[in-house]
């Protein structure tokens, strides 16, 4: 019954391990770079393009609006880039 219990945990910490590897690698990658970089560019250029000389308020809510949009689509992207990752 020990050794089942052993085996089950073992077992757990070998899944968490590999998912803390992804999820380090994923920190690194440049795709992860690049996609904040073109988020971050895509909300600037609305801002820009849209927003300029309205209120204060308003301009305050732009950083958390990409940051929103960046988490939201990167764990999107991150999920893809796991996935063909360990295809390779």
């Excluded at 770079?33 to 849209?50: E, G």
Aim: glycine residues 2%; charged residues 20%; aromatic residues 12%.
């Amino acid at each position: 019954m020990k050794s089942l219990n052993l085996e089950q945990r073992i077992k757990r910490l070998e899944q968490r391990n590999t998912r803390v590897e992804g999820d380090k690698a994923w920190e690194t990658s440049w795709l992860r770079r690049l996609s904040i970089a073109a988020l971050t560019y895509v909300v600037v250029a609305f801002y820009l393009r849209f927003v300029v000389h309205i209120n204060p308020w308003i301009n305050a809510l732009v950083p958390v609006i990409g940051f929103i949009l960046s988490t939201v689509t990167l764990s999107f992207i991150k999920h893809r880039w796991l996935k063909s990752r360990h295809q390779s």
